[in-house]
């Protein structure tokens, strides 16, 4: 059989994780699909890549995917990351001891638009700092090297997904504050989030179902065999095994591996784009989902191909 090769589009080399595991335990070709996995560093800068046809699915945070879409773009969510909560963390420079001391320092984040942009300004906004008194350095395609760029001194602090925060504890580089998803800093909130090109709804929704059929079952798949994920991740992350187990450890418990868009968190992705005003009106969850390809939803239809 002739696999139908895809790419799977993702905004951090750090996202996908269990994607990429489902791809080197031949999920994916259960499915029929050759899947490769691209990075293109940003929010907005993969949300433009989704407009135009350059990937046509994959994932990206909900704060850009809001933004964008409210803007225009012609690609809609359809599903849910693993990443459902808000899997990020905040850690800062050894020896930086409140938040009071970060007024006029450096925060390091994947890009200015992108979800810790926005998820910082929160967080600072809840512990009384202005974001204006402090400096967003977007790092984009130096993100993989957060940890290195603390050490070098360009930055002070880093809001970033796992393995990055306990390779900068082992390293004795950073100190863990806080999880990005604490009830002070955010709402319940849907925060990964499957997208797909309108194009691709329309004329081969058939494909979309099988992509997320194959992130559901690699999904199960991690959660159910951690040490083949801890090596796996291990070495495309370049650090060693024990730190992959602490940055599983902190992240499973949160993890969502069956798809499902938190409806209710959903809407209140979209009413805190509007707080922060990353859209101009309130507007509702529906406008930016196609719920078509729930997995309840697909599960019961025919029209879909299941």
Not at 259 to 284: A, C, H, Y
């Amino acid at each position: 059989m002739s696999l139908q090769k895809v790419e799977y589009g993702r905004p951090t080399d750090k996202c996908a994780i269990s994607v990429q595991l489902g791809i080197q335990m031949g999920l994916f070709e259960d499915e029929g699909l050759d899947l490769s996995v691209r990075t293109v560093f940003g929010g907005p800068q993969i949300a433009t890549a989704y407009d135009s046809g350059d990937l046509e699915i994959g994932e990206m945070g909900s704060p850009p995917a809001i933004n964008a879409i409210a803007g225009g773009k012609s690609f809609r969510v359809v599903g849910s990351g693993v990443r459902r909560k808000a899997n990020m963390f905040f850690a800062v420079r050894k020896g930086i001891k409140s938040y009071e001391e970060l007024k006029g320092k450096r925060i390091g984040m994947l890009g200015l638009g992108s979800c810790p942009d926005w998820i910082m300004r929160k967080i600072l906004l809840r512990e009384g700092v202005d974001p204006e008194l402090v400096e967003f350095v977007p790092l984009l395609s130096e993100y993989p090297k957060v940890v290195d760029i603390v050490a070098e001194g360009r930055i002070d602090a880093c809001i970033a997904i796992e393995p990055n925060i306990s390779i900068g504890e082992n390293r004795g580089i950073l100190d863990y504050w806080v999880p990005a998803f604490d009830e002070p800093y955010l709402p319940k909130y849907q925060w990964i989030v499957h997208i797909a090109r309108i194009d691709l709804i329309e004329h081969n929704p058939d494909l979309i179902v099988r992509v997320l059929r194959g992130c559901r079952r690699a999904a199960h798949y991690a959660a159910d065999h951690i040490d083949e994920w801890v090596d796996i991740a291990a070495e495309l992350y370049g650090t060693n095994e024990n730190v992959m187990r602490s940055a599983i450890d902190r992240e499973l418990p949160h993890f969502h591996l069956d798809g499902q868009i938190d409806l209710e968190g959903m809407q209140k992705s979209v009413d805190l784009q509007f707080e922060l005003g990353g859209i101009p009106t309130k507007m509702n969850a529906d406008d930016f989902l196609d719920l078509r390809f729930q997995p309840q939803v697909v599960e019961s239809s025919t029209s879909l191909q299941v």
